[in-house]
């Protein structure tokens, strides 16, 4: 007869013929296989955001801008663009911290039967900064507003990004006649709640450091991180001297640095997770409100792992969109069109061609 042995769980003891398996041991067995289902489960997921082998980054990516610099006087203020081909206008509206440049490599390869036109942002590449320092989203809003009117633009497509989505979202919910199509990338369409949940520690860190305007001040204005660093870390391949110097070049101008604290400041969301109520706050989730209404025709590109938009923010545009589709470009982070402006220029250019 064998001599039975006892199985010890918490506070209880089991008999049976099997080694004995110490409490401790059995919960450190189950907590592995429950990480091995999660990280299974994790995995299929990631399968369906990310199909296939991601695309590596374009090679070839010219730091060249050929393009003529245009202004416009709007109001005090002087708004730089470049231009270039004829039919319908294609808006193309940068992010933060970057200008026209962001796109140099989109412009020349969409421009076929469309009039593309680039601008800066108030305070952005070679704009005037407002004396008042007033760059927020309702200033830059207002600013395109009198752009497209001076410009006579109608039957508007919009290719928007971070900053731009913002003032862009802005135009298209409230002027929803004149808007065309909207293609988009690395952009605030969620609610801040679920925003803010899903964006990267580092990112997170930073806004809780910059909540303060004191330390915004500081990193920002005296240090100079919008100029120095902040380019080549939202980029994922290794940007040229001459590319690093053309993203660094509008803040060499100290007080150009403060745009990055008088625009929309998306370090209000670190107060209370995104569900809080302040200026920053308010905007986005009315905007992702009523982009969940909107029948505006949406092209939505995104990367592994992006910065912004990551899986969640794919899993979100795919439930509450309407008229959408999607594109994933492959490895990226934040400046996308950094890392795959030939096969983005083409996406777009076959999508547009589904237009009305």
Partial sequence: MKKQSNHRIGIYSLSSDSKTIDSPVLFKRINILTICLLFLVNTLQAQKIYPGKASKIEAGISADFPYESKYINIGVHKIHYV??????????????????????????????KKRVIAIDFLGFGKSSFPENRNVSAEAQYQMLVDFIKAKELENLTFWIHDLGSIVGMMYATRVPENVKGIAMFEAPFMPTSYFYKYLPLNLKLVMRLTKSPKKAKKLYVEKNYVGKKFPQILTKRKLSKEELAEYAAPFENKERRYAALYGPDPAQMSA?????????????????????????????????????????????????FKNYEEFYVGKGKHFLTESHPQKMSEVFNNWYQSLK
């Fill in 272 to 320: 209370k997770k995104g569900k809080g109520k302040s200026e920053f706050e308010k905007l986005i989730n009315g905007l992702a409100e009523q982009f969940k209404q909107t029948d505006i025709p949406i092209l939505y590109f995104y990367a592994k792992t992006g910065f912004l938009n990551r899986k969640k923010g794919v899993a979100y545009a795919r439930e509450h």
């Fill in 83 to 112: 231009e270039s081909g004829e039919g319908d206008p294609v808006l193309l509206l940068h992010g933060f911290p970057s200008s026209t440049y962001v796109w140099r490599n989109v412009i020349n390869k969409i421009d076929t």
